[in-house]
């Protein structure tokens, strides 16, 4: 007689089914709470972008834009402009209109970003007696698709380039904004002015422009989280125009998230 002892395989040993158990359960535990975590950051920054959201809505309707824009409508009407006032009280009333619809949505078809940005660059070009002329350019490609953009970050921008950069020229000022395709999640928006520059421009703010450097602060809150949010690049840069000019000018280099369909929000 040879006693023969046949050990079971692992898979027959109860023990084995005891720990895969165990490993199982843990890696669908660690799954959930790491798709939690995740969901918990999405709603955390989506919640940060509706708060920078508000605050650049009340910094585009700052008190000092809403009582000149009324002054202009009242020193058109005294001066017998009546045509005038009714056209800039029209364009106005539609930029509040705008801005206000704009906070309804994160992101804006690129179209109606442009519109809006005309509509307050012309009344801002009113107010300073066409001081200033302007161009828009937008990349062809953006043209075609149609493409969604943040909102409200764009306009800030111009309004420092109107009131520091060429209200106190003495020349013709001029701005120029162009929408380029930079990689494929982000365009870029270049806005160039001939105005007083970089230096001379930060002094301005640094005096007591509490509003405009209020309002680059939440640009820059407002593209690090978009940065988070759609997992692509973002960003903001500064630099003379021509460095060697008596009026240098300012070139702000503006990298923004775009897509395609608001799905993708």
Known sequence: EFPITIKPTLTENPAFWVVAGLITFGLIILVVIVIRTQKMKRIEVDNQLIV??????????????????????????????????????????????????????????????????????????????????????????????????????????????IWHGIATLEKQGDIRISFRTYKPKSLIVLIEDNGIGMKRTSEYVEKGSHHQHLGMQIIEKRLALLKKKYFTETGIKYSDCNADSVTPGTRVELILPFIYSLDEV
């Open 52 to 161: 920078m959201e508000q605050k650049a809505l009340q910094s585009m309707m700052n008190p000092h834009f809403i009582f000149n824009s009324l002054g202009s409508i009242q020193n058109y009407l005294l001066k017998n402009r009546g045509s005038e006032a009714v056209i800039y009280l029209s364009q106005f009333a539609r930029l509040i209109r705008q801005n206000l619809n704009a906070i309804n949505t994160p992101m804006i078809i690129l179209e109606e970003e442009i519109d809006r940005l005309r509509n307050y660059i012309d009344l801002e070009k009113k107010r300073l007696d066409n001081k200033f002329d302007y161009t828009i350019e937008i990349d062809p490609k953006f043209e075609e698709e149609g493409v969604y953009i943040p909102g409200m970050i764009i306009q800030p921008i111009a309004e420092n380039a």
